[in-house]
């Protein structure tokens, strides 16, 4: 099932009998400041139409917003968003009670959150004083009969010691809160202009405010509070992360960048960097890139920035690339494996969009010498293109981890074991399990098999399973860990990437390993311990 305001889908993990499902490859969060929505609340939405019901729509002061809708253009189908903002300001609501007043808050901030209320005591007893029923509604605009939302309470008490105290009822609104002290006494009817008895609403004050730009602060938020970034700990799954520019010349700072990626990092997603405004012309990004000082195998560029039509504005504009990049790789799933591509990955661009600026054949190579990718407006029939990289440069902890579409492959192999291998943390520790968590797994590699992933792969060359007694040895079964060992081949002939996935009560652990297949089948107990040595685990999902 789904969250009614978020969309954060809830359901159940794999159990033993059932197949690994395969992880999603696309879905795409962005952060920034909108219009309007819930503040560091991740939303999920399906079309731009999703994020105009929830965010607002276009707006000229967020970037975000154009990135979500280039992302879509482009072929992107699921997106997460969290609205933050800097000092923005909900608006209240008061509602009359005698000579004092019932405040209610709006639960998000700005200037476009138009909610009304409505009070009756329909069906409540003349000896009932205390209580009242509340209608709220967000609406389209005061004045408007283009209702958004609605919450109806019915015998709300104005007195602290019931179950209904309307302050305790309203904390899981999703519109309003109460803000400062209820009255003793309940708020009054809501009547028509004209006092002729007929229902009518309270709309609320215009003290609401949009904040101000963007900081680097507010984009990262805190990871007690779970707000900026860290709002996305309430997603099960990531696969992408955008953040574009702070403002329209403004690009994200040093501490945004190394915050988010090593998120990523944890997270095992792609962060889409957007290349700085500076890097205005293949020359300028040569240069810059070469004295840049970032790099991470979970990350990935593309250049140069984009020229798409501001329909606010009426004309075209200069944008960032990061929503319009992984709304191409998103649309390039569906056409075929990302792990099959090794050449035909370049994003090409969907006639609404056009690149910034040329970027010539020898401009391109040097680019991605560099590890920066370069968006076509068009293919070139018969041209070579260089395979997609990663930002990883020389120091990648593996020369697979410079192509874009083979750790994107590692990522979703490890996405995919990882979830669904969770039930084995509800089953003794003991043989049976350890046999029904290897077919599992080995029934996952064939299929991937199958459809070419491993291909070019001879057959006593490929994946390799470990779940025994020599990883789930007596000291961490009494930890209540339970440990799988695997591998799948890297791109030189006789290596692997191996990787431990432990499981424990509140926690899930993804550690790459130093092991080769030959090791694995046949090494004696002791010579695998170092691969389950204990690390601090990190929250499933």
């Avoid at 215009?206 to 779970?226: K, R, W």
């Avoid at 056009?354 to 680019?367: A, F, I, K, M, S």
């Avoid at 009494?478 to 926690?507: E, I, M, Y």
């Amino acid at each position: 099932m789904a969250d009614r305001l978020t969309g954060i889908d809830v359901r159940e993990d794999a159990g033993a009998e059932q197949s690994i499902a395969r992880a999603p490859t696309g879905v795409t969060a962005f952060i920034g400041r909108t219009l309007r929505g819930p503040l560091n609340r991740p939303v999920l939405i399906r079309g731009f139409a999703d994020f105009e019901r929830f965010f607002g729509g276009l707006w000229q002061p967020s970037t975000v917003s154009y990135a979500v809708e280039q992302f879509f253009e482009a072929g992107g189908s699921t997106a997460i968003v969290v609205r933050v903002a800097n000092g923005a300001r909900p608006c209240t609501l008061l509602l009359p009670a005698a000579d004092e007043w019932l405040t209610l808050r709006a639960v998000a901030t700005g200037t476009r959150e138009f909610l009304r209320a409505a009070v009756d005591y329909d069906g409540i007893g003349d000896n009932e004083q205390d209580r009242f029923n509340l209608v709220l509604q967000r609406v389209r605009s005061h004045g408007s009969e283009h209702i958004e939302d609605q919450e109806i309470y019915r015998r709300l008490s104005a007195d602290p010691q019931s179950s209904r105290f309307v302050a305790t009822a309203l904390v899981e609104s999703q519109l309003a809160r109460v803000a400062g002290d209820v009255p003793a006494i309940r708020p009054a009817l809501t009547r028509a202009t004209g006092g002729r008895g007929l229902a009518a609403y309270v709309n609320s004050s215009s003290d609401g405010d949009d904040g101000g730009p963007l900081t680097d602060y507010d984009i990262i938020g805190s990871a007690a509070e779970g707000t900026g970034l860290f709002a996305l700990g309430a997603a099960e799954t990531i696969n992408f992360l955008c953040i574009p520019p702070l403002s329209r010349d403004v690009d994200i700072g040093p501490s945004t960048l190394l915050v988010a990626n090593r998120y990523c990092r944890d997270r095992r997603a792609l962060l889409v960097v957007d290349p700085p405004l500076v890097w205005d012309t293949p020359e300028a990004a040569i240069s810059g890139a070469r004295d840049w000082g970032f790099a991470s195998e979970d990350a990935v560029m593309y250049f140069p920035r984009l020229l798409a039509l501001d329909k606010l504005r009426g004309r075209f504009e200069a944008f960032s690339s990061c929503g319009a990049v992984a709304g191409m790789l998103v649309r390039g799933d569906e056409h075929g494996r990302f792990w099959s591509m090794p050449t035909g990955d370049e994003a090409v661009l969907r006639p609404s969009l056009r690149p910034l600026c040329p970027v010539g054949e020898d401009d391109r190579l040097r680019l991605a010498a560099l590890g920066i990718n370069v968006i076509a407006a068009s293919r070139a029939p018969g041209s070579s293109r260089p395979a997609a990289r990663t930002l990883a440069g020389p120091g990648a902890q593996s020369p697979d981890w410079r192509l874009l579409g083979r750790r994107r492959l590692a990522l979703f192999v490890l996405n995919s074991i990882e979830r669904g291998t969770r039930w084995m943390l509800f089953e003794p520790n003991e043989p049976a399990l350890w046999n029904r968590a290897s077919s599992q797994l080995r029934a996952f590699f064939e299929s991937l098999e199958a459809e070419g992933a491993f291909a070019g792969r001879a057959p006593d060359d490929r994946w390799f399973v470990v779940c025994d007694e020599r990883i789930n040895r007596n000291r961490e079964r009494d930890r209540g860990a339970v440990n799988l060992l695997f591998g799948f081949p890297a791109s030189r002939a006789g290596q692997f990437h191996s990787f431990l996935v432990s499981h424990r009560a509140g926690g899930s652990r993804v550690k790459p390993v130093s092991l080769n297949r030959l090791q694995a089948q046949t090494a004696h107990p002791e010579a695998l311990i170092d691969a389950v040595e204990p690390l601090p685990f990190i929250q499933a999902g």
